[in-house]
């Protein structure tokens, strides 16, 4: 038996959801491992929590019976993508359901800080929004409004506060808030 064009793209668009629950569920986890670590929760775990190197069960896919291979050739490689390259959780995936905006713009925003963070650690120095924003721009980020350098630095200011990840030393100039602490 051989799969339909109809059966392979369906089967397709049930394993990017599954892909999408998990790395849902990943992005989850580790915000909660930050929160706990912020918090000043223990370094070692206590007995009644599993250690982080425990498996984590994950339900294994059905086994599909063999099949021929399908009467029509694959697409060539130089097709152009489905998608765009954006970054994680920048956009929901069609059929995601269950998510509101607000849920996907409040993932978009972590991911954001989570981006401006690793390109101020990548510099090794404080940088200028106007900077980080170039930096986060060539990643697929994108902020929205008429000055997206503005937009930018509204957030970043709003996370620079006390306990926040970002240190802002003068006007729109940031540095990883661990970095001053030292």
Same mark, same amino acid.
């Given at each position: 038996?051989?799969?339909?064009?109809?059966? %392979?793209?369906?089967?397709?668009?049930?394993?990017?959801?599954?892909?999408?629950?998990?790395?849902?569920? =990943?992005?989850?986890?580790?915000? @909660?491992?930050?929160?706990?670590?912020?918090?000043?929760?223990?370094?070692? /775990?206590?007995?009644?929590?599993?250690?982080?190197?425990?498996?984590?069960?994950?339900?294994?896919?059905?086994?599909? #019976?063999?099949?021929?291979?399908?009467?029509?050739? #694959?697409? /060539?490689?130089?097709?152009?993508?489905?998608? #765009?390259?954006?970054?994680?959780?920048?956009?929901?995936?069609? $059929?995601?359901?269950?998510?509101?905006?607000?849920?996907?713009?409040?993932? @978009?925003?972590?991911?954001? =800080?989570?981006?401006?963070?690793?390109?101020?650690?990548?510099?090794?120095?404080?940088?200028?929004?106007?900077? =980080?924003?170039?930096?986060?721009?060539?990643? $697929?980020?994108?902020?929205?409004?008429?000055?997206?350098?503005?937009?930018?630095?509204?957030?970043?200011?709003?996370?620079?506060?006390?306990?926040?990840?970002?240190?802002?030393?003068?006007?729109?100039? @940031?540095?990883? %808030?661990?970095?001053?602490?030292?």
């Amino acid at each position: 038996m051989v799969l339909s064009e109809a059966e %392979a793209l369906a089967r397709l668009e049930a394993l990017r959801r599954q892909r999408d629950a998990i790395e849902r569920q =990943i992005a989850d986890l580790l915000l @909660y491992l930050d929160l706990g670590r912020r918090l000043g929760g223990s370094a070692a /775990p206590s007995p009644a929590q599993p250690s982080p190197d425990a498996a984590i069960p994950v339900p294994e896919p059905t086994p599909q #019976p063999a099949r021929a291979p399908a009467a029509a050739p #694959p697409a /060539p490689p130089s097709a152009a993508p489905e998608r #765009p390259p954006m970054p994680a959780f920048a956009v929901p995936v069609e $059929g995601e359901v269950g998510l509101s905006e607000t849920v996907l713009a409040r993932r @978009y925003g972590r991911a954001v =800080i989570e981006a401006v963070l690793a390109v101020l650690e990548e510099a090794g120095r404080p940088m200028h929004a106007s900077e =980080i924003l170039a930096r986060i721009s060539e990643q $697929g980020f994108s902020l929205p409004g008429q000055d997206p350098v503005a937009a930018l630095n509204t957030r970043l200011w709003k996370r620079s506060g006390p306990g926040g990840p970002l240190k802002r030393l003068g006007e729109a100039v @940031y540095a990883p %808030a661990d970095a001053e602490e030292g």
